[in-house]
């Protein structure tokens, strides 16, 4: 065995080279290997980390935004007022709740820079509970315990999503977001998605959609896939332009921004629409299995997402995502319903003792004057029976 200090050849080919041991060697894992491994993922990933903290702040301002405008609401109602302009009164929060709905649109759309959308759409679920929350704290509305289960099963479902997250192919500039968007998987996915769209808004929409809750709900949700991609690409785009690249002589950026307008401008109307017609407590996890459903499709055919995958980690999304749909559904759909652990069946409860039989009564032979009163009552007919004729026909 070698020491340090030692000097050893090493032949190669024809050459001879002549090396010194330096350090003796160790099998021994350093102390600090976990956390270095630790510092280079965060530092291989801190995209994706900034993303999804962009992410948690935008669910946090848009929820916190429901439940000023709640507030100012029942404000408004309380005094009889009927200016709907003072519910973002100087009395509310200092941004007021046209500034904190801004500022939860900017941290999506940041997200939407830095993190997969498989990862980033589905975690918009987190501003539904959060609204929840904090509506059960500052509004006194009562959340009833299927609504606090279905609270945990979004953050469960929510954790095991970003555990299992998909690595996203690496989309950095503007150029390459135009390569990707002229692929031809795409391309049939999209123009397949903006035919169905027409013949929904345009055939089905005005013979069905007033009595079918699916219709204004599967348009918001196509158009859906089209705003997200172009959130996506602007994001990129702003990236491209802080990082000094000639980003505003392309004309990708401004394509994207007429798609944007014009899908949300829709997706807004349809979504009224079916706010105004059907039980919000239906519409809204409906609209997210459907919107999250698509966005996702679209941004695994736009970005190949899940072709890096192991089986494991698309088991573990799709359970997560799956877990998501079942707690925002108990959320909404048995919130007005009065459970809690008071009024559920207890499985150890005290048996309540059976009322005593009453006692039979005995006629002894000796009471003869009682017999006779018994009989003579039971042959007479009642007052209150009407007398019964009977007509016979030959």
């Excluded at 160790?26 to 291989?44: G, L, Y």
Aim: with cysteine; proline share 5%.
């Amino acid at each position: 065995s070698s020491h340090p200090g030692s000097l050893i050849s090493l032949y190669c080919s024809s050459q001879e080279v002549l090396c010194q041991i330096v350090g003796g060697l160790s099998h021994e894992v350093p102390n600090n290997a976990t956390f270095d491994s630790w510092q280079e993922r965060i530092r291989k990933n801190y995209g994706f980390y900034i993303g999804l903290g962009l992410t948690f702040v935008s669910s946090f301002l848009i929820g916190s935004s429901v439940i000023l405008k709640k507030k100012g609401l029942l404000r408004l109602v309380a005094t009889g007022a009927t200016r709907a302009g003072k519910v973002l009164g100087a009395g509310e929060d200092k941004w007021g709740i046209g500034h904190l709905m801004a500022a939860g649109e900017v941290a999506n759309f940041g997200a939407y820079a830095f993190a997969p959308a498989t990862v980033v759409t589905p975690l918009g679920s987190l501003s539904v509970l959060i609204s929840a929350i904090l509506s059960s704290y500052f509004l006194g509305e009562r959340l009833n315990l299927l609504g606090k289960l279905g609270c945990v099963i979004c953050v469960a479902g929510s954790t095991v999503m970003v555990i299992h997250a998909p690595e996203e192919e690496k989309v950095n500039t503007v150029v390459e977001m135009a390569s990707k968007l002229k692929d031809t998987g795409f391309i049939v996915f999209a123009v397949l998605l903006l035919v169905s769209c027409l013949i929904l808004i345009f055939i089905v929409a005005p013979r069905y959609g007033q009595r079918n809750i699916l219709i204004y709900i599967t348009i918001c949700s196509v158009i859906g896939a089209f705003s997200v991609t172009a959130v996506k690409g602007l994001g990129i785009t702003v990236k491209n332009f802080f990082q000094g690249l000639p980003v505003v002589r392309h004309p990708l950026p401004y394509i994207l921004s007429l798609v944007l307008a014009l899908s949300l401008s829709t997706q807004v109307n349809f979504l009224n629409r079916a706010l105004d017609i059907f039980n919000t407590s239906l519409v809204f996890p409906i609209y997210y299995v459907f919107f999250t459903t698509v966005v996702v499709t679209s941004s695994v055919i736009l970005f190949k997402e899940w072709y890096s995958m192991s089986a494991v980690d698309i088991v573990g999304t799709l359970s997560g995502f799956a877990t998501i749909i079942l707690g925002v559904f108990m959320l909404h759909a048995f919130k007005d319903l009065e459970v809690s652990w008071a009024n559920l069946p207890r499985t150890h409860r005290n048996p309540t003792p059976p009322s005593p039989a009453p006692e039979p009564r005995v006629i002894r032979l000796e009471d003869k004057n009682v017999l006779v009163d018994n009989i003579e009552l039971a042959g007479t007919p009642s007052p209150v029976e009407k007398p019964k004729v009977f007509i016979i026909h030959s």
